[in-house]
């Protein structure tokens, strides 16, 4: 992990920043991350994340994100566990998310996650579902949409994503959201190539799951 670090610390552009992620990983693989220096951890599942933070709990200063699609029952703990969200798919989720943040007191970032080719296996807005809802999710108290959040179908080649990754950038800069939360351990390169703002990688970074080094 350490090399790999390393490498991905020399290639990613200070615009791209690294978000680790860790799930299906143990808290210690974590903690050799975060006494490298790095600081922002990304888990899919509420139930998996939380017994790692509170493992972690003595490193007051690490960045949880959720990036796993988010049923609405979970909504709650997700912004109670989590200070950015990258999976936000709905207009009701998002009202969903607005309500509790309120009560709750909490202004989390969120990204707005967009599905720009046909994917059986993933969530995400359409362009045009996410421009009709765009107005009424910046009309919302509490929640701050920074940017979009996409994945790049898994059977797509790779000298696809290029485009597909700035089709994203174009959208977010037309709705004037600055960050981009774009490519994992395969894609990464093309999506900051096209702008990504977090790369989010998972193998890449900590090895295949089981892997201890
Ligand atoms: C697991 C996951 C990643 C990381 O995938 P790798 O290929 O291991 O880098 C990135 N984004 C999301 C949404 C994921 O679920």
Do not use: Y
Request: with cysteine; net charge positive.
């Amino acid at each position: 992990m350490v090399d790999r670090l390393a490498e991905l610390r020399r290639r990613l552009p200070p615009q791209a920043r690294l978000l680790a992620v860790s799930k299906g990983h143990p808290a210690e693989r974590l903690r050799v991350a975060a006494a490298l220096g790095q600081r922002s951890f990304g888990e899919s599942r509420l139930q998996e994340a939380i017994p790692k933070q509170e493992a972690l709990a003595d490193l007051p200063d690490l960045d949880w994100h959720f990036i796993g699609r988010l049923q609405a029952n979970k909504a709650r703990g997700v912004l109670r566990h989590f200070s950015t969200i990258h999976s936000v798919d709905s207009l009701e989720l998002a009202e969903r998310l607005a309500r509790i943040a309120a009560e709750e007191g909490l202004q989390p970032a969120i990204f707005l996650q967009v599905k720009l080719r046909p994917d059986p296996g993933k969530t995400g807005l359409s362009v045009e579902q996410l421009r009709a809802i765009w107005p009424r999710v910046q009309a919302l108290p509490a929640l701050r949409p920074v940017g979009l959040m996409t994945i790049a179908p898994l059977d797509l080649a790779l000298e696809l994503r290029g485009g597909l990754f700035a089709e994203c950038a174009a959208l977010a800069a037309e709705l004037g959201l600055g960050e981009l939360s774009m490519g994992m351990s395969g894609d990464w390169p093309e999506a900051v190539a096209a702008g990504s703002t977090w790369v989010r990688i998972g193998s890449g970074l900590f090895g295949p799951k089981g892997c201890q080094r």
